[in-house]
């Protein structure tokens, strides 16, 4: 039995004036699954949030969120979703208690209601301490993660995530990490917009790649690097008479400066094998190897930027 995805949307077209932002989108997020929207700057991440979040209109096509259209039924979209934009909503006079009542306010729960959900975000989120204190006082990661907390004062089964861990160090920035997977092991449906890479190998089920407004790939992220070639054996040797001999036995160019030699593979052990037999056959000793293959920068620099 399948069911509804949790995103959908076809045709989907924004335009400014003659600039076209977004040229005719299909996509569908599954329930209880990372999307990573990746793309250029100005490739349209941004407005395919705003569009879905009701933020914006379309200028065509169709957009629904936990089966509401945007443009027939936002108010129930909205009670479905929970939005951290780029940048924080956070009143930083205010404490951080007070942040999350001032929101839990604006979605009229009841006052045990309320009550309930507050300090309930306050302990998973490890604001305890700090939920006193004035938001100016807090770090970035700290203010960060009451950002999202409000986001989820409603508790909505789908959140958007717009490039939530800009400007984090690689602490705070796992941390969040951590609490996206939580998310999605509660059946919270993340549709994520990012330009770290290793962030979208690490939480995304799937990613679409945005390039000029146009949706150019789709897919898991190891689909994604199967695409593209570029896995390969890098190879290094002592000096540059082993390394002149294997570039004459394997026929490839070497880096005489780093006395390394790139020879395209999938990395698989019998193709490994296959390479150091030739090598040792000719009396060539590998002083180092590496196996590289094709990750998310390769995928992202092949697929886009590439003329209208």
């Known amino acids: 039995m399948t069911t509804n995805p949790a995103v959908a949307v076809t045709g989907l077209r924004r335009s400014y004036g003659k600039h076209v932002v977004l040229d005719g989108i299909d996509l569908r997020v599954p329930e209880g699954t990372v999307l990573a929207l990746l793309g250029p700057n100005g490739a349209g991440k941004t407005t395919m ?46 404490t951080g208690q007070e942040n999350l009542r001032l929101m ?36 970035g990661g700290m203010a960060r993660r009451l950002d999202l907390a409000m986001g989820l004062i409603g508790n909505p089964r789908v959140i958007f995530l717009d490039e939530p861990t800009t400007g984090l160090d690689p602490r705070s920035r796992r941390d969040m990490w951590e609490i996206v997977g939580d998310l999605v092991s509660r059946g919270v449906t993340v549709f994520l917009t990012t330009q770290y890479l290793a962030e ?58 780093a006395l390394t030699l790139r020879v395209p593979g999938d990395g698989g052990v019998r193709s490994l094998k296959a390479l150091l037999d030739r090598l040792d056959d000719a009396a060539v ?9 094709a990750d998310l920068d390769d995928v992202f620099l092949a697929l886009t930027g590439g003329a209208r």
Not at 230 to 251: Q, Y
Not at 285 to 293: P, Q, S, Y
């Open 49 to 94: 949030v705003q569009i879905l979040s009701t933020l914006l209109r379309p200028g065509s096509g169709t957009a629904s969120v936990c089966g509401h259209d945007v443009l027939e039924n936002p108010e129930a979209v909205r009670a479905a979703i929970g939005v951290t934009g780029q940048f924080s909503a956070l009143d930083y006079l205010l």
């Open 104 to 139: 839990a306010d604006l979605h009229r729960l009841p006052r045990p209601e309320k009550r309930r959900r507050v300090t309930d975000l306050i302990e998973r989120f490890g604001l305890a301490e700090a939920a006193g204190k004035p938001v100016l006082t807090y770090s």
């Open 200 to 257: 979208a190998d690490r939480l995304a089920d799937r990613i679409a790649l945005l390039d000029h407004g146009r949706l150019v790939a789709e897919g898991t992220p190891d689909e994604l690097k199967r695409r593209i070639p570029g896995g390969h054996v890098e190879l290094r040797f002592a000096d540059e008479s082993a390394l002149a001999a294997a570039a004459t036995v394997l026929d490839v160019a070497p880096d005489r400066a």
């Open 285 to 293: 000793e590998v002083d180092a190897l590496a196996v590289r293959t």
